[in-house]
């Protein structure tokens, strides 16, 4: 199930909430400490979908400031308005906590619990001590430091799933982000959404319509394969639309999510029995390479993998950024003796650079600040190096922008002068996010063949799910996913 917390912070503005909620909630939680004046009668008659009623202390993470006799004398007050749960937490003092759980009908009690600073090593004393406490429903949150406290909620779900135990198990922060995902897969009771985004109720929420429209949470899974993004940042990927769609579009209950990793090796090794298959996005390409069984002779060649793919017991690294950028130019033009310049000198640079000679292509790429890069990725391609201020004294037929200069947020930045462009010159940018880039709009505006940064993504992204999938990948399904944002 989606929980939607409604969050205030007046009475018309809760109530309002409550409305847009139904579109995407299957149950809501009512958070008395961050509703000024709550009334919660008319909350309560505001909504048909089921009902928590929460009313948390600053010391649980939430506002109110009132004794704890009163908080938990609201929760009362709850169960006797109809309330279909209330949630207490485990750290309510004990002279209060005792009389409510053995006066209250324990099946509507949700017992939780709440660490805002860390998870522990292990979650199986307080598990156990929980569960002997009245209460139909365990709730243990608590603050992800490490991508791995995921994998021990996930262990705990598992735990509770076989035991017939209800339980709500989640990880906040940004690192936790997946259990919120994946933990209605592995068993979780319910998983909590915001209605949108800024109206979060606990760090690294996720809007409610992400988790039931892209990620399908609430969808019956028998049996699923993990797959995901690894990177610092992920934040800007929009991985998990095209793919999640792709999977929906095939009718496969496989799911993708986004994975912030800092140290490669240390995720792979934990993690390398949770995933089928990875997209790899930097610093990580060329980290992940001496981790792999075997690496693709392409990606070999290029020195980076943006795809794992597990084959049998092995893991194989390819690389189809080359491919993905090849198809996208192809579409438009023929490679073979075109005078083509790369602007930039990094791994997309040297992905598509060997592409173009492949193709036949006569290459020249460009350094701004690092030369020392500049020239060894020029040596390495066999090819021309000029400074990025000299880029358009040269002749070209075909211009690869492969720098990030012009990426969301500095949208108003360009790598090439606008008076530089030709009429009939082929212009590819790298960067997809905005859609349409200002060096596209320039070029387009001085008459050159445009292919924006999408098309490499959404080829490279196809080539993935078939690698990962063996079937052929739905891309205007994929397409579309990345039109309409969602």
């Known amino acids: 199930m989606i929980c939607v917390p409604i969050v205030g912070p007046s009475m018309p503005k809760a109530q309002e909430q409550i409305a847009s909620a139904v579109a995407v909630a299957d149950i809501l939680e009512l958070r008395l400490d961050l509703i000024e004046a709550p009334d ?3 909350l309560l008659d505001s909504t048909t979908l089921p009902v928590i009623v929460t009313n948390r202390s600053k010391h649980d993470g939430g506002q109110f400031k009132g004794s704890d ?5 609201s929760l009362r007050d709850a169960l006797k308005a109809g309330a279909d749960y209330v949630d207490i937490e485990v750290s309510t003092p004990r002279e209060y906590l005792q009389p409510f759980l053995e006066e209250s009908d324990s099946s509507k009690i949700i017992l939780s619990y709440h660490d805002f600073s860390h ?8 598990y156990e001590t929980m569960r002997e406490m009245p209460g139909e429903i365990i709730k243990i949150v608590t603050y992800a430091r490490d991508l791995g406290d995921n994998l021990k909620m996930f262990e705990l779900l598992k735990r509770a799933k076989r035991e017939k135990q209800k339980l709500i198990g989640l990880c906040m922060g940004d690192l936790g982000e997946i259990s919120r995902v994946l933990s209605p897969l592995f068993g979780g009771f319910l998983t909590f959404g915001s209605l949108k985004t800024g109206q979060e109720s606990a760090p690294g929420q996720i809007p409610a319509k992400t988790l039931k429209d892209i990620y399908r949470v609430t969808a019956e899974r028998p049996d699923f394969k993990i797959y ?14 095209v793919h999640n769609r792709a999977f929906q579009g095939i009718g496969s209950p496989d799911i993708y999510v986004s994975f912030l990793v800092d140290n490669v090796e240390k995720f792979f090794n934990s993690f390398k029995d949770f995933f089928s298959g ?9 980290q992940i390479m001496p981790l792999l069984s075997r690496v693709d002779e392409t990606a070999k060649k290029i020195g980076a993998v ?4 597990k084959e049998g017991t092995d893991w194989v690294g390819y690389n189809t950024d080359c491919s993905g950028a090849i198809s996208a130019l192809e579409a438009c033009t023929s490679l073979q003796g075109k005078n083509v310049l790369i602007l930039g000198s990094g791994g997309t640079a040297k992905a ?26 020029a040596k390495e391609l066999g090819c021309e190096l000029v400074h990025a201020r000299e880029a358009g004294t040269r002749s070209i037929d075909i211009l690869i922008n ?8 500095n949208i108003n930045e360009t790598p090439f002068l606008a008076r530089d462009f030709k009429e009939g010159m082929v212009v590819f940018d790298s960067v997809y996010n905005p859609l349409e880039t200002k060096l596209l709009r320039e070029a387009k505006a001085a008459g050159c063949t445009v292919i924006p940064g999408m098309e490499l993504f959404i080829n490279q992204a196809a080539r993935q799910f078939e690698l990962w999938t063996g079937q052929p990948a739905p891309i205007e399904i994929m397409r579309r996913a990345t039109s309409a944002g969602c």
């Open 228 to 241: 995901g993004v690894i990177g610092n940042p992920i934040s800007k990927s929009l991985g998990y639309l």
């Open 69 to 73: 006799e009163d908080r938990v004398q």
């Open 119 to 126: 998870t522990p090593e292990d979650f199986n004393p307080l």
């Open 278 to 286: 990875l997209s790899v996005t930097m610093p990580a390409k060329e």
């Open 402 to 409: 492969c720098s990030p200069v012009g990426m969301s947020p």
């Open 352 to 377: 598509i650079g060997y592409g173009v000679k492949e193709k036949g292509g006569r290459l020249t790429v460009t350094y701004n600040k690092n030369k020392a890069r500049g020239e060894s990725l």
């Open 40 to 42: 919660l009668n008319a």
């Open 306 to 309: 943006n795809t794992v793919v």
